[in-house]
């Protein structure tokens, strides 16, 4: 069974562009949560999808957005992009029952963002 | 508020040298307490669920316990390829946002 899967791996960007990172959950997981991973501050929530709606948002300025398609792949994207948004940005997909998360959530290898 | 703290920041255990790590949590109404251990470059893996006080998970060298404050993760006779950093997260009430403790590294040398 293949397991979340997350493109571009590593990426380099400047300040003011944006960019948009890509997730792929494991099939039949419906939810979709993503994260920002810093050295100084750990894992930070960003948002949670589940059915193309986001449920959960964390503590991040409006340039941070998802979204979520029909086929529970999901995307989020950062716009002008600053400094302090190098990060690891991980996605993780948990299954599901009756629209409730069951629990563990299962990550990708994440996405390595670079802003120079 | 919803908290998660994690001690020590890191540790470095000779192989087979037994330790525990700490991960406090104040949440109202624990809906599981989760642990994961994460390898450098990579995403965090799964390791234990934990739901009520009391509660104890095995896996190989890892026991994971759970209190009402506070879940200890065990580690028996490690060996090198332990070393990782551990994180322990909680969702926090009401939400499937999870908050993730900031982790321990631990280091284990042959």
């Known amino acids: 069974k293949a397991g979340v899967t997350q493109t571009p791996r590593y990426l380099i960007k400047t300040r003011g562009q944006q960019v948009t990172l890509s997730c792929s959950p494991i099939?039949?997981?419906?939810?979709v949560s993503w994260y920002q991973q810093t050295p100084g501050q750990g894992l930070q929530f960003l948002f949670e999808?589940?059915?193309?709606?986001?449920?959960n948002k964390g503590n991040f300025p409006g340039r941070f957005s998802g979204r979520q398609f029909s086929n529970s792949r999901s995307e989020m994207n950062v716009s002008t992009l600053e400094l302090g948004d190098s990060a690891l940005y991980l996605c993780?997909?948990?299954?599901?029952?009756?629209?409730?998360?069951?629990?563990?959530?299962?990550f990708g290898e994440g996405s390595r963002l670079t802003v120079l | 508020e919803d908290q998660v703290t994690q001690s020590p920041e890191a540790l470095r255990l000779q192989e087979g040298e037994s330790s525990s790590l700490n991960c406090s949590y104040t949440?109202?109404?624990?809906?599981?307490l989760f642990w994961y251990r994460q390898d450098p470059g990579k995403g965090p893996e799964f390791l234990f669920t934990?739901?009520?006080a009391g509660e104890e998970k095995e896996k190989e060298r890892l026991k994971a316990t759970l209190t009402k404050k506070e879940s200890f993760l065990h580690i028996t006779a490690p060996k090198p390829e332990d070393s990782a950093t551990y994180l322990c997260?909680?969702?926090?009430?009401?939400?499937?946002?999870?908050?993730f403790g900031t982790g321990t590294r631990l280091k284990v040398l042959a």
């Open positions: 997260a909680v969702p926090t009430s009401g939400t499937y946002k999870y908050i």
């Open positions: 949440v109202s109404g624990l809906r599981g």
């Open positions: 993780a997909s948990s299954l599901t029952v009756g629209g409730k998360n069951t629990g563990e959530l299962f």
């Open positions: 999808y589940f059915s193309e709606t986001q449920r």
């Open positions: 934990l739901y009520s």
């Open positions: 099939s039949g997981h419906r939810s």
